[in-house]
């Protein structure tokens, strides 16, 4: 019988939604899909882990306590010393995947200037270059671009960003057991262009890609797809996924259809990535309302991926 997989689950901000959820699922039968460690201050941890099969690893200092909502410096370096000891722990060997409570990039970066979120963090501790992306059971998308202002996506859709993306979608596909994927790739301009009227990216750039990937990638569309009907022809079930060509391109549909169940997945590094697709939420912390099926599909998926090859490069 097949081991099961080792993760490593960090508490995110302390004064977030994170550590409430993480041990909510951590009291839940779920946690049996997996051998798990969990990671945050050692307050929490007594609580989390008391009774319970999922171990514990304390970060920060013995008499630090959060309080829900109101956010912080001691909190913030919980946090990055929580993702650090998670990123240290797969290059050792100890865990095969690692899911990630959410993080205030504000804060983080007050004390880490240059932290622009998680993603770009264990793409920097682990190497490789990563992709980010989403399953939420009713769309599945990923992005070719995120953290960039708008104004710098046309340069940044280099050949090699978008072949690295349409590859990404066809293993994220696979690895969740679609055979025979369908995907599609969102035009940059409205109406994809309109043939050049509303942009020349498509026709002179982009489509001429996508028309050479499909060549080597049998069911991608080989030429862009209008953002504005691409995700509901996803719902319809003609896409098995849609990549975007920026964030909120990809992440308003999504948001708006698989808000509560989405997961965000880190591909192109050497470990597997996930966390729940929200942020802390600081404003609803400690009350007791936070939806925690985000985060118990995000260990599920993790879990799933660390058991597969078809994400790989």
């Known amino acids: 019988m097949p081991r099961k997989p080792r993760l490593a689950i960090t508490c995110g901000d302390p004064a977030g939604v994170g550590p409430e959820i993480i ?85 983080c970066a007050r004390i880490d200037p240059g932290f622009v979120g998680q993603t770009e963090f264990f793409a920097a501790e682990w190497g490789g270059r990563p992709t980010m992306a989403f399953s939420g059971g009713r769309l599945r998308v990923v992005l070719a671009t995120w953290h960039i202002p708008l104004s710098a996506v046309p340069r940044a859709l280099t050949p090699a960003v978008l072949t690295r993306a349409v590859r ?77 060509l920026f964030h909120d391109q990809g992440l308003a549909p999504l948001k708006a259809v698989d808000f509560d169940s989405a997961v965000n997945i880190t591909l192109g590094l050497p470990w597997v990535r996930t966390s729940p697709d929200h942020g802390t939420a600081f404003a609803i912390a400690g009350q007791g309302r936070a939806d925690g099926t985000s985060l118990a599909n995000a260990v599920k998926l993790a879990a799933r991926l660390a058991t597969s090859t078809a994400w790989r490069d």
């Not at 946090?79 to 240290?88: D, P, S, T």
Request: charged share 25%.
């Open 23 to 107: 041990a909510g699922w951590a009291r839940s039968r779920a946690r049996h899909i997996v051998d798990v460690v969990l990671i945050g201050p050692q307050g929490w941890l007594d609580a989390a882990c008391s009774g319970r099969e999922a171990g514990g690893v304390a970060v920060g200092k013995p008499s630090y306590r959060a309080t829900p909502g109101l956010p912080s410096i001691a909190g913030a370096r919980v946090a990055l010393e929580a993702m650090r000891l998670a990123a240290v722990g797969c290059r050792d060997g100890s865990w095969d995947a690692v899911v990630t409570g959410p993080v205030s990039k504000e804060w």
């Open 168 to 244: 990404r979608a066809f293993g994220l596909c696979r690895a969740e057991g679609v055979r025979r994927p369908l995907v599609a790739v969102c035009g940059l301009n409205p109406h994809a262009g309109e043939g050049g009227l509303l942009g020349v990216e498509e026709k002179r750039r982009i489509n001429p890609l996508l028309e050479r990937l499909a060549r080597e990638f049998r069911g991608l569309e080989p030429a862009c797809v209008p953002g504005d009907t691409a995700f509901a022809r996803a719902l319809r079930g003609e896409f098995d996924a849609v990549v975007a």
